[in-house]
């Protein structure tokens, strides 16, 4: 995975990184992101963000937060909002928590404070009998999904904070989804709903699946 060092001359456009150059990247990026420093991937990530964000529920260290983290980026999320503990296992993330912007809420109180000061709506994902079928539904363009941590799902207080509920319609043994498989399928579900409406221009070089 990456690139070696640049080859010829080299580019004079400010968002290059001149040890990238020098050097090779060998980082888990598309490649029209190669040799750009972080703080200039940042800057454009930002500046083409859908305008839906990603919160999940950290009272137990939730193993799962890495991986929405990632998977958040993927789709271009606003941002990541972790509720609850501010320590979160980061592996699973692949340093993407770099890329994208990631807010600390004590609790949910403060997430509905911040949500409603920007105009946002906060949907729950939680397989509970209240919840309306996922795949029915269209969800808000301007929207924060809130995901619960694995095994307790959303607590008493994220459901009753959330101005709607969904839940993913299963049809085999098991109770509920992976959290962080759940969040995938939400995201994704946000993007057939909306990515015609946001002008979104897709990445190249960007392969579907990698470990």
Request: with cysteine.
């Amino acid at each position: 995975m990456g690139v070696g060092p640049w080859a010829g001359p080299l580019p004079d456009d400010p968002r290059y990184d001149p040890a990238l150059l020098a050097d090779g990247d060998r980082r888990n990026v598309v490649d029209e992101y190669r040799y750009w420093s972080l703080e200039a991937i940042r800057a454009d990530l930002a500046a083409r963000a859908r305008p839906f964000h990603v919160a999940v529920e950290n009272w137990e260290h939730d193993f799962n937060i890495g991986a929405i983290v990632r998977t958040a980026n993927a789709f271009g999320a606003g941002g990541v909002h972790i509720v609850g503990k501010r320590r979160w296992n980061r592996r699973g993330a692949m340093v993407t928590d770099r890329y994208l912007n990631v807010v600390h809420h004590a609790d949910v109180d403060g997430l509905r404070s911040w949500v409603d000061g920007h105009g946002l709506a906060l949907i729950g994902i939680e397989n509970v009998p209240q919840a309306l079928p996922l795949e029915q539904a269209v969800l808000p363009e301007r929207c924060v999904l809130l995901f619960g941590q694995e095994g307790p799902g959303l607590t008493p207080a994220a459901l009753a904070g959330s101005s709607a509920l969904y839940r993913i319609s299963q049809c085999g043994s098991t109770r509920s989804l992976n959290a962080a498989a759940a969040a995938a399928i939400a995201m994704y579900h946000w993007s057939l709903n909306h990515s015609h409406q946001n002008g979104d221009r897709p990445l190249s070089g960007n392969s579907q699946v990698r470990a």
